[in-house]
């Protein structure tokens, strides 16, 4: 049971695409999860895949063939700029089981 | 609302020494879990406390850490003799309830440094 986010930093300017890797490594059906930590800010949820939700712009399709959840927004803000998490659990896992990734500070430049 | 309290929030030990770090969940949540993150990981679950009960411990260091939620008063996370690899930050979070949807506040963290 994995979560791999393979960069550790990506900078981008403002404008441009953006899109966080999540790559995950798990034996049954899992759920996926984004959370974003902003300076000085808690650690929050961001979105989850079962709710098929857009915020702040983002989205995330689970992908079970390649088990990828990647994080994508078209046009980058400078308010993006973050930690971004990627996390699972068990379908019947408590939110608290969750297995996370290391994480991608992501930088929007101006 | 104040939010998951945490403090302190930067602590420094010797090796030798031993570590306190509280947490006060959000008003009104009864469930308290514990994180580690080691410098470039990801956060690791450590423990589950109800008041006056551990619930699920299983990632918890089976020597030097304990872990308390009194009846009255913050959750406490508890490192005797502090090695060198302690260092990291640790999280905690509190839920109002413990369903499988039931979503985690998280504080700021505290980070300890052992030097």
């Known amino acids: 049971q994995r979560v791999t986010q393979p960069e550790k930093l990506l900078s981008v300017f403002k404008g441009a695409p953006v899109e966080l890797k999540c790559n995950y490594s798990?034996?049954?059906?899992?759920?996926l999860f984004w959370y974003v930590q902003y300076s000085r800010q808690r650690l929050q949820l961001l979105l989850r895949h079962i709710s098929r939700e857009s915020i702040k712009g983002f989205t995330a399709d689970l992908n079970k063939g390649e088990t990828s959840f990647h994080l994508k927004k078209p046009f980058a803000q400078e308010e993006d700029s973050a930690m971004y998490y990627c996390a699972l659990k068990g379908l019947s896992d408590s939110n608290y089981q969750l297995i996370w990734g290391a994480g991608t500070k992501l930088i929007i430049k101006p | 609302n104040a939010g998951v309290m945490q403090n302190p929030r930067h602590l420094v030990r010797r090796r030798g020494q031993e570590a306190r770090l509280r947490c006060s969940p959000m008003k009104g949540h009864s469930h308290v879990y514990w994180y580690r993150q080691l410098p470039e990981e990801g956060l690791k679950f450590m423990v589950y406390?109800?008041?006056?009960?551990?619930?699920?411990e299983s990632g918890m260091p089976k020597e030097r850490f304990s872990a308390e939620f009194p009846k009255e008063g913050p959750s406490i996370l508890r490192i005797q003799q502090v090695v060198r690899g302690d260092s990291a930050a640790y999280f905690c979070?509190?839920?109002?309830?413990?369903?499988?949807?039931?979503?985690?506040?998280f504080g700021n963290g505290t980070r300890l440094t052992v030097t």
């Open positions: 979070a509190s839920s109002p309830r413990t369903d499988l949807n039931s979503p985690l506040h």
């Open positions: 406390l109800q008041k006056e009960n551990i619930i699920d």
């Open positions: 798990y034996s049954g059906s899992p759920e």
